[in-house]
């Protein structure tokens, strides 16, 4: 059993602040799943040869966007244990999967299986972190893939990385290594441009270093945006910041390096402005993401964090037709919040 951590007094003020906050409703999500130790989803046996055997809390799926027929846009934000995992299903047809997740890959399994999906036209691995590339080998095997997006930074310290940019070759797979001011073309109706990218080679076994090469991307449709951070950490926040200016205004954040207090900075999110913000993040991980900074800095400017284990494969839709003032489609009623439960000792 992990042993407790001890913090500094001022620590302790910042978590129990954190924990008011969370426990206050700002998560917005029914947390009494958590409650008897949190009910465990089984991983799908189709994950035995690539993943082993981690628990996932499980809670129902909710829609949070306005859900309609036609050429919407729906941009899912998976939940995959302590990794990243982001769906996106175009409205001309076309889908993209950003990042795929960790190990166990059985919760991403399940999501492609129960959607019938069998083809992929865009994959984009943010950066070469195992927490961001092991489902790919899976992807690989089991899935037609048309497009893969990389950057050209090599992760020292893993082998496992070179062996699937091999087979991105092998399998006749088009590589794309996007730069920075790139728009790629995805669907005519979307823009989608890339705000960070390391697309000159190089090479570190620098968690920092790997973290802040990650692809950084902006999807607008109609009148709603959503930022996708990767693992970019503070350092890349500042140059976004300088670059893109009022540029970096969303309606959705898909929060940095899993709620690290390494990203988010006040100033960062003072730009972005997003009213709901996705943290990819495992239950109890012993990582202790979210950072409580993260979750005060979100509070401070009115954003909705959602915990991908709470929320699980919640989706966000962007309606065909325009949204209304603001560009944020309408969340639907939300249940009491129940009382915060007790987790189970780690």
Not at 80 to 92: H, K, R, S, T
Not at 127 to 149: R, T, W
Not at 292 to 317: F, K, Q, W
Request: glycine share 8%; net charge negative; proline share 9%.
């Amino acid at each position: 059993m992990k042993a407790n951590k001890i913090y500094s007094p001022a620590e302790n003020l910042k978590r129990a602040f954190a924990a008011f906050l969370f426990a206050s409703g700002l998560l917005l999500a029914p947390l009494s799943a958590l409650s008897a130790a949190g009910a465990l989803d089984s991983l799908s046996s189709l994950a035995a040869p690539y993943a082993v055997d981690v628990p996932v809390v499980s809670t129902p799926a909710v829609s949070t966007g306005t859900v309609v027929t036609g050429k919407a846009l729906n941009a899912y934000f998976l939940s995959v244990g302590q990794g990243d995992a982001e769906y996106i299903e175009l409205p001309n047809g076309g889908n993209v999967l950003i990042d795929a997740g960790p190990n166990p890959t059985a919760p991403l399994i399940e999501f492609l299986t129960e959607h019938g999906i069998t083809k992929i036209d865009h994959v984009v691995l943010t950066h070469p972190h195992s927490d961001h590339y092991s489902g790919l080998g899976y992807i690989f095997d089991n899935i037609s893939v048309a497009n893969f997006y990389d950057t050209r930074m090599d992760n020292t310290g893993s082998a496992r990385i070179k062996t699937l940019r091999a087979k991105v070759g092998e399998l006749g797979i088009n590589a794309v290594y996007p730069a920075a001011g790139d728009e790629l073309n995805w669907d005519p109706e979307v823009k989608v441009k890339v705000l960070n990218s390391c697309s000159e080679p190089g090479e570190s076994g620098s968690g920092h270093v790997l973290n802040d090469c990650s692809i950084v991307l902006k999807v607008t449709y109609q009148n709603s945006s959503i930022l996708y951070m990767g693992d970019a950490e503070t350092d890349v926040e500042e140059k976004l910041i300088a670059a893109y200016g009022d540029e970096l205004k969303a309606d959705v954040l898909k929060v940095g390096h899993h709620g690290s207090a390494t990203a988010s900075s006040p100033a960062f999110l003072a730009k972005v402005r997003p009213w709901l913000a996705y943290i990819e993040v495992g239950y109890l991980n012993t990582f202790d993401f979210p950072a409580p900074s993260t979750s005060i800095n979100l509070a401070a400017i009115g954003a909705t964090p959602r915990l991908t284990y709470i929320t699980r494969n919640e989706v966000y839709t962007i309606p065909a037709a325009p949204p209304g003032p603001g560009g944020t489609p309408p969340l639907p009623p939300l249940p009491p919040i129940p009382p915060s439960p007790v987790l189970p000792a780690r």
